[in-house]
């Protein structure tokens, strides 16, 4: 499965607002930009379709930024990717000139399965399993320091 880089930073773009708005914390564009080596032009591209699915909220002024605009247990993944590409979840098609019954075959032998899987799997992953994840990585990364 190839997914766009429109998706994978729009994904890494929720999971870093979810975890560093904890506590009402707003998190600036650029920020988000700088920690994750993602153009901040690009996320100024990515954030409104975020806004029009109501995944994020923006605060205006000097303080101003991004939040939450719902509780990351209740954003799917399967939500996420079809705000930023709808066509990552659609069914397969074949071209129509090839020879039906094996077309057929396919589909209900390989991809519907396949997208079926993808489908349940994409609607149980929320933003907060997977913040809850990049949090857990992140501490693991960074080694004690023991002092004699």
Known sequence: MRVS??????IIALIDIAVNSQGNNIVKLNAVSRRNNISAKYLEQIVPLLKHADFLKSVKGSGGGYALARDPANITLNEIVNALDETIFAPSTFNDQLETTATD?????LWEPV?????QFSK???????????TEKHTSEIEPMYYI
């Open 5 to 10: 880089s429109k998706v994978e930073c729009g």
């Open 115 to 119: 997208n079926n899987y993808l489908m």
């Open 124 to 134: 149980s992953l929320t933003l907060k399993d997977l913040a809850d994840k990049f």
């Open 105 to 109: 075959t396919i589909s209900e032998c």
